[in-house]
């Protein structure tokens, strides 16, 4: 399975935007990209996917690098809310979806 | 709300005892996944079942089973419990036969375990 690397925590300021980034070196040319957050205390919740386009939804953007070994989740403005572990996962057809250790985001008032 | 329903919420039990931890994935969805997730390692997928037969299985222990029924509720069943089964169980559904590449999964909110 293609594996992705993201930062372990990282901090925004609320009503700021956050970009939050994942290596996935060896992606394959079918893998999606899936995003996924964690809020406290809650099951994961869908955030975003795309293949090779970049993506936009009411929640966040998904901007993917042109060589797509690389993408970062995107929101254009942060809340309290948002706090929580966000995780980039690749899938491809035929394969079950897994988590990695994700990134921490912590929102400031 | 994702339409996911899992139950119980808590169960507390000793260890070489039973339980089983029941889901109800969101109308219409065909595809149920089991997660478990321990504070050392993470989010962990178990199983999957579609339309009540398995469809791929993870890191999930020979102690551990699951089926999906007819009425596609899915139960996962834990058996001969250790300390180290104390965790939070995920369950989640997707419409698809979750093979797709691009499907979404929907959570829901998850059964405490705790092994005493």
């Known amino acids: 399975d293609a594996k992705t690397t993201q930062p372990n925590s990282m901090e925004s300021n609320e009503e700021e935007p956050v970009h939050l980034p994942c290596n996935h070196s060896t992606i394959s040319g079918t893998d999606y990209i899936h995003w996924y957050r964690q809020l406290p205390s809650q099951g994961p919740e869908y955030v975003i996917h795309?293949?090779?386009s970049n993506v936009n939804n009411r929640m966040a953007s998904l901007a993917i690098a042109e060589d797509r070994k690389s993408s970062t989740l995107i929101l254009h403005r942060a809340t309290l809310r948002d706090a929580a572990v966000y995780y980039c996962?690749?899938?491809?057809?035929?394969?079950?979806?897994?988590f990695g250790a994700g990134t921490r985001l912590t929102v400031k008032p | 709300d994702s339409g996911v329903t899992q139950t119980p919420k808590h169960l507390i039990t000793a260890t070489g005892q039973r339980v089983t931890l029941r889901c109800s994935p969101r109308?219409?969805?065909?595809?149920v996944y089991w997660y478990q997730q321990s504070l050392d390692q993470g989010l962990q997928f178990l199983i999957q079942?579609?339309?009540?037969?398995?469809?791929a299985k993870g890191n999930i222990l020979e102690r551990f089973s699951a089926q999906q029924f007819p009425d596609l509720h899915s139960e996962l069943n834990l058996s001969s419990l250790e300390l180290g089964d104390s965790a939070l169980y995920f369950c989640a559904s997707s419409s698809s036969s979750g093979m797709g590449a691009n499907e979404k999964l929907f959570f829901g909110s998850g059964t405490q375990l705790s092994v005493l």
């Open positions: 109308s219409g969805d065909l595809s």
């Open positions: 079942y579609y339309n009540g037969e398995e469809r």
């Open positions: 996962i690749l899938r491809d057809l035929g394969n079950d979806m897994r």
């Open positions: 795309g293949l090779t």
